[in-house]
C-alpha cells in the first residue's frame, strides 16, 4: 500500500521560510516521480514543483528562485524548502508521486499531471 505522508507546515510571516517534508512507503522510492502541488481556496491546483527519479527537477514560475526541491532516497523522503515566502503562497501543500512499473522508470512529470498517489496536504500560512 502506497503512502505519503506530508509534514512542516505552519504559519509564518513574509519573507520567512519553511521546509516541507514527505515520505513515501509502500513502493519502490528511488526511482519515482515525485512532486509538490499546492491548491489555495478558490483556486485550481498548482504544479509547485517536480523531481525525477536522477534528481533532476522543474519549478513553476511562481516559485522559481525561492524554493528548492530535493530527495533522500535513503529516508524515502522528498522536501521543499520554501524560502523569502509571500502571502500568495498560502494554501494546502500536497506532496505526490507516479511509482515505477516494475524495472521501467515513470514518465517525469507524467501527462497532465496524472500522479497515482496523493498525501493528505499540510497547510502553509504567509501572513504580510
Known amino acids: 500500500q502506497v503512502t505519503l505522508v506530508e509534514s512542516g507546515g505552519g504559519s509564518v510571516q513574509a519573507g520567512g521560510s519553511l521546509r516541507l517534508s514527505c515520505v513515501a512507503s509502500?513502493?519502490?522510492?528511488?526511482?519515482?516521480?515525485m512532486a509538490w502541488f499546492r491548491q489555495a481556496p478558490g483556486k485550481e491546483r498548482e504544479r509547485v514543483a517536480v523531481?525525477?527519479?536522477?534528481?533532476?527537477?522543474t519549478y513553476a514560475d511562481s516559485v522559481t528562485g525561492r524554493f528548492t526541491i530535493s530527495r533522500d532516497n535513503a529516508k524515502n523522503s522528498v522536501y521543499l524548502q520554501m524560502n523569502n515566502l509571500k502571502p500568495e503562497d498560502t494554501a494546502m501543500y500536497y506532496c505526490?508521486?507516479?511509482?515505477?512499473?516494475?524495472?521501467?522508470?515513470?514518465?517525469?512529470?507524467?501527462?497532465?499531471?496524472?500522479?497515482?498517489?496523493w498525501g493528505q496536504g499540510t497547510q502553509v500560512t504567509v501572513s504580510s
Open positions: 523531481i525525477d527519479g536522477e534528481s533532476s527537477t
Open positions: 509502500g513502493y519502490t522510492y528511488r526511482t519515482a516521480c
Open positions: 505526490a508521486t507516479v511509482p515505477p512499473l516494475g524495472r521501467v522508470r515513470p514518465v517525469c512529470p507524467p501527462p497532465r499531471n496524472e500522479f497515482d498517489y
